[in-house]
């Protein structure tokens, strides 16, 4: 099944954890990063990004990812870009950030939904239960092992209301946009809720 999204992911820890869920749910999933992830996006960098190509058209989106988007005359039904992203140590670019705000002016904007982890994605996982990598150089095992651990349908089904209920993230709507569309899924979860991020409001 073709995700109908694309993920711009922040670093390389994104780009497993996305690849290797999808993967465990035969789902194709398009995701966008630099280098593999190596060269990290911040939330700074996204305008730029998103008022290149390849999303500066849905045609062009299409183009640069084929195998994953159901394209024909113009449109991709359902289609979303979710950027996730890290805190960016400012408090006052949370807001204009996660409500969209901040991406306004890119070419794709109706089609935004912007995904934050706050501070970062290792916190939201240990929020979670899921516990961290010692340090910055495990964190490519970590992830493998974590996606390794929820590779099932009860583990991701686990992972996602874990998602729903953390305060520090909205990568459930992420999730949400697919599994409501995947036989297997659509009839166990529950919509994203609305997060109040209160802890940028400190």
Not at 73 to 87: A, E, K, L, S, W
Request: aromatic letters at 10%; charged letters at 20%; proline letters at 6%.
């Amino acid at each position: 099944m073709r995700a109908n999204q694309v993920i711009i992911a922040a670093g390389r820890s994104e780009v497993i954890l996305f690849n290797g869920i999808y993967s465990a749910m035969s789902v194709d999933a398009a995701v966008f990063s630099r280098n593999g992830g190596r060269q990290g996006i911040s939330i700074s960098h996204l305008p730029q990004i998103l008022a290149s190509s390849p999303f500066d058209s849905i045609r062009n989106v299409s183009k640069a990812f084929p195998d994953h988007l159901d394209y024909n005359r113009g449109m991709i039904p359902g289609f979303r870009i979710f950027p996730v992203v890290d805190f960016d140590g400012d408090n006052r670019d949370v807001l204009p950030y996660v409500t969209g705000n901040y991406l306004q002016g890119v070419p794709l904007s109706g089609y935004v939904t912007p995904i934050l982890n706050y501070p970062c994605l290792e916190g939201v996982m240990e929020d979670m239960g899921y516990g961290g990598p010692e340090d910055g150089n495990e964190k490519v095992d970590f992830y493998h092992g974590l996606v390794r651990k929820i590779g099932n349908r009860e583990g991701i089904l686990q992972f996602y209301g874990n998602l729903v209920d953390c305060e520090l993230t909205n990568m459930d709507q992420v999730l949400y946009h697919v599994m409501s569309r995947v036989p297997a899924f659509q009839d166990s979860v529950e919509e994203p809720r609305e997060k109040g991020w209160d802890i940028a409001r400190r």
